[in-house]
């Protein structure tokens, strides 16, 4: 069957085809749908993540956080980056980093994204964990990540987490 680009090289019948009544439909939709799509580029936030604990609060001290989002509707799209420093106290308990806009589904068992602990010869990929509206917890292997746990947290470490929530 003849086919023909439209805008946004979406590809379409053209008039030899048997559907060719359907080509105006087709080419309206592809071009409504490249016009929507033009818009959507998200702008990158920065943001300071929190850095807690259940128990004692880490001290980033000399080590570095860094946060960004973008938000397109209702969907946010996140990256945090922790590295600890030398000055870096590690705290008690689970650890637990904030996100930047509320989360708005269900609690329990919710993964938010994908989490990167890179100790000095190894990494360990585990997944992002709603805490609650605003913090996630780390689940590192089978482990939720502590100071001590997978490994200890010290200075050099990095943690890395990217994921995608719907917001309220």
């Known amino acids: 069957m003849p086919t023909t680009g439209a805008p946004g090289n979406i590809w379409y019948p053209d008039a030899t085809s048997p559907v060719a009544p359907l080509e105006n439909l087709f080419l309206q939709q592809a071009t409504s749908v490249n016009d929507a799509l033009n818009g959507v580029t998200p702008t990158w936030t920065s943001y300071t993540p929190t850095w807690g604990a259940t128990g004692t609060d880490p001290v980033l001290g000399n080590g570095t956080i860094i946060g ?58 585990g997944s992002a964990m709603a805490g609650s509206a605003t913090i996630i917890f780390m689940l590192l292997n089978t482990t939720l990540m502590t100071g001590t746990a997978p490994g200890n947290f010290v200075a050099g470490r990095a943690l890395s987490i990217n994921g995608t929530y719907e917001v309220a």
């Open 68 to 125: 960004r989002y973008a938000q397109v509707n209702k969907i946010v799209t996140y990256q945090i980056h922790l590295t600890a420093g030398s000055t870096t106290t590690f705290g008690s308990g689970l650890y637990s980093l904030s996100l930047p806009v509320a989360f708005a589904g269900e609690l329990e068992n919710t993964c938010l994204g994908t989490v990167v602990l890179r100790t000095n010869s190894s990494y360990h990929s």
